[in-house]
């Protein structure tokens, strides 16, 4: 176990950042297509295909999904993770025609130190392409893809993951591209709000402070509206149909409240994908499927603290602090 989303076999992850344009992109491919279902909390999305993903909805399965920075600039990375897929012959069947199917989000980071005067066209499409070329099962956490240009209210943010094997063998990972308007760290100091759920000293192994600070729970938030947002994306060797992917998300979605606060502000345009590669079926498909969300809120919530604790400021001007900058001795 590589405590990576892709501990669960049939997908690979790939990045393309941009330092001097201070953004970039995350693709997450299967192999095969998964089934998958999404859960949208936040009050400023930024989206793409996941009408899809609406268990109603005819298409059953998707090749991959687009994360990325740019704001909706940014929605134009899928279409460069559909021209990689659509090289390799990857897409749904209509007739002699295949389309990729590749649901996307965005996060803003514009206002984030970079060069975003690109000209006429944004470099979207062609980080897509290229974080879907690159895609892997080992791939690096912290200031990378999505994660590039991302921040929270106090330190800077990044691209976290994590992975669990629940009782009944199925096994769930989580991978987040962590830009809150809220903390994911408590109060001023360097203790993650997620450490209940921390498995070894993924994010530094200092536990929860005691007593909790009173001004912990004070919210602070940055930004404007439209301008945040943490995307997140489970996945799991389960056998699920569309409406249990939908509700695995719904579950999964409780981690991002165990480890960042505020969330799900109308600032934030917070939303939980949820794969599923259908290899390991549930034999108790009420029961199994509670432990895989609860296993997937706290994976989720791991990936949120990693995602912070992994991070490394940008080397441009005006860039936010990383925890390790602030904490680390």
């Known amino acids: 176990m590589r405590n990576l989303i892709t501990d669960v076999p049939g997908l690979r992850v ?9 953004s970039g992109v995350t693709a997450i491919l299967f192999d095969e297509p998964a089934v998958a279902g999404c859960d949208l909390r936040g009050g400023g999305p930024g989206t793409r295909e996941t009408d899809l993903l609406d268990p109603a909805a005819t298409v059953e399965k998707i090749d991959a999904i687009a994360l990325s920075g740019g704001s909706a600039f940014g929605l134009d990375a899928a279409s460069g993770v559909m021209a990689f897929l659509a090289e390799q012959g990857r897409g749904f069947k209509i007739g002699d025609a295949r389309v990729p199917i590749v649901p996307g989000a965005i996060l803003f980071d514009l206002l984030g130190p970079g060069d975003k005067a690109w000209g006429r066209y944004p470099p979207y499409r062609e980080l897509g ?8 099962v080992d791939f690096a956490l912290g200031s990378v893809g999505a994660g590039t240009g991302t921040t929270t209210e106090n330190l800077k943010g990044g691209i976290g993951s994590a992975s669990a094997r629940i009782h009944s063998g199925q096994l769930v990972g989580a991978l987040a591209a962590v830009n809150a308007a809220g903390r994911v760290t408590i109060g001023d100091g360097p203790h993650f709000w997620a450490a209940a759920f921390e498995v070894g000293a993924e994010f530094g192994g200092l536990g929860l402070p005691s007593p909790l600070p009173k001004a912990a729970l004070v919210p602070h938030l940055k930004g404007s509206a439209r301008a945040n947002t943490t995307l997140a994306v489970i996945a799991t060797d389960a ?22 606060f505020p969330i799900h502000t109308p600032l934030d345009g917070d939303i939980v994908f949820a794969a599923a590669t259908g290899k390991r079926p549930l034999a108790d498909p009420i029961h199994e499927l509670a432990s895989l969300g609860a296993a997937a809120s706290a994976c989720l919530s791991r990936a949120v603290a990693r995602a912070v604790y992994e991070a490394t400021a940008l080397p441009l001007p005006g ?4 925890w390790r900058e602030r904490f680390r001795r």
């Open 239 to 260: 056998a699920l149909t569309k409406p249990q992917a939908a509700r695995l998300a719904v579950m999964a979605g409780a981690g991002l409240a165990r480890a960042i």
């Open 129 to 136: 392409y290229d974080a879907a070329k690159t895609a892997a």
């Open 14 to 22: 790939g990045h393309a950042s941009d330092k001097k344009l201070g």
């Open 319 to 322: 860039a936010q602090p990383s």
